[in-house]
């Protein structure tokens, strides 16, 4: 996610923000830059690439200044380029402005700009702001900023700066996260606290619908309608490592706790304003080559694959296609039957995992057609794919990944309904009522996560044990696939997941007085099953945990231990019962003293065959 650092003072700009900015690095970000007001006006310099690559310009032609402000970018609208780098002026270069978010009415602000001559440059949402606030400027800085929010749909953080008014920095905020820094004769805006602390431990946190106008005496905050507002500072007290991770202990468990934006982000943009239609403009895919699609090929590594597994359902129960799913490395050298009528999906959080890429290549060979459901814009995936869905997750620093995931499986949703609905598989009532649903998901999450409290405790019961079960059936089997992947990965404790149904053939003789058992159950029509599956290994002495849907009596009685899952759709319920096995995971993790995010022997992104 983009970061941003501001500073309005004394000292050199530049090398404040320089520093600010490295310390949002772990944000994830592409590309940078920084304008400065110097003695020759407003001066931009920005660069694609590490910081490094802009510090080194720097060097050789410093922005000597004291007041300016610096982006590192997370491409959206765009790809990685020295010209969709932030800031963004306009055409007069006497305005500049650093955004975090999307503006989702961009296009249309832009044609009308354009019609009034405003001449644009870059693929990005963000250049319309610079020259929105241009066109309405008419002496008065934070007037035109309060205008031009209120012609702004989606989510931004922004600093602005203006040439006219240099003793000025305004910020403003809805729905992406932004802090004012209060020095002394100095004053400072990021993304976040670790950019600033370096200089000041006094912080205000912006609310939405909130701005800030800072001078080198003063910080005013006030609502968009200029009412000022009056507000305690708070003093930061964390150290460095703990602010990057937002006071959370660990990246993982900051990356749990992000999953309700997560779903907001990668869905709400994608729904329409009705809320009964997914509207997947970014898909070049005619109605008529939907229609023409025989079969779906779902390639992936790891986490994603798991996502696949939901997503091979969800597609075959919403556009009654047929779906086969692979691992990336196994997918080459089976010679998948694939021709032209083959929509081949590959899912990558990173879009860079070596397999997954070759077997993409693969199948553009063949000369299917390939959809890529990435997190990464411009990543080698969404690159050579001839569409791609974004899941708008945020970067994932965390070696297991949790926020992707969960992401991946909103995107197989919205694809699913969206085929639906090209393909009349499914009325308009049911795709609305899953649209309702999926809408409900955000909340539902913040529900379980206020539970983490039951997780942990059983966490630290299992944590003892050395093998562990997971079932379940239909989507919960692919689900308890993916939350003994997470168990292994973070706390090594051995697991596998088993289809309920097939204990018996096999797996039973492993269960032993005391082993683990963690049962999924959240699939109505297959309850009374699971709950039979339940009591088989109960008899044998297993100790118990279900997961189901609240007000499910018969499966409370049958286990030991019962978390419960806000009631969904069965089909949406993946994005809801994979929650509780994450925390589950990083308290295992956490009890055995391991790294949680950087366990042993794995990498974030495996790019090597
Ligand atoms: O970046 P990708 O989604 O392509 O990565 C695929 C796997 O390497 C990844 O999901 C891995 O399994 C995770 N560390 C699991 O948490």
Partial sequence: MCGIVGYIGNRNSQEILIEGLKKLEYRGYDSAGVAVFTENGLQVKKAKGRLAVLESQLVLTPLNGTAGIGHTRWATHGKPSDVNSHPHTDNSMKFSVVHNGIIENYMSLKEELTAKGHNFVSETDTEVISHLIADIYDGDIVAAVQKAVTRMTGAYALGVL???????????????????????????????????????????????????????????????????????????????????????????????????????????????????????????????????????????????YHAGLVGKSVIEKLARIPVEIDVASEYRYRSPIITKDTLVIVVSQSGETADTLAALREARRCGARVLAITNVVGSSVAREADDVITTWAGPEIAVASTKAYTSQLIAFYLLGLHLAQTLGSQTPEFIAEVITAMRHLPEQVETILGQAETIKAFAEEIAVHNDLFFIGRGLDYAVAQEGSLKLKEISYIHSEAYASGELKHGTLALIEEGVPVIALATQRDLLEKTVSNIKEVKARGAHVMGIGVEGEEELKKAVDTMFQIPKTLDVLSPALSVIPLQLLAYYASLARGNDVDKPRNLAKSVTVE
């Fill in 162 to 304: 203006t040439e006219y008014e240099p003793d000025k920095l305004v910020a403003v905020r809805l729905a992406s996260p932004l802090i004012i820094g209060v020095g002394e004769g100095e004053n400072f805006i990021g993304s976040d606290i670790p950019a600033i602390l370096e200089h000041t431990r006094n912080v205000f946190i912006l609310n939405d619908n909130e701005m800030a106008v800072l001078t080198r005496d003063g910080v005013d905050l006030m609502t968009l309608e200029g009412n000022f507002i009056a507000r305690e500072m708070f003093r930061v007290d964390w150290d460095i490592v703990t602010a990057e991770k937002a006071g959370f202990d660990h990246f993982m468990l900051k990356e749990i706790h992000e999953q309700p934006k997560a779903y907001r982000d990668t869905m709400s943009s994608r729904i329409s304003p009705e809320g009964d239609r997914i509207t997947l403009n970014e898909l070049s895919m005619t109605p008529e080559y939907i229609k023409d699609i025989n079969r779906v090929h779902i390639v992936a590594c790891g986490t994603a």
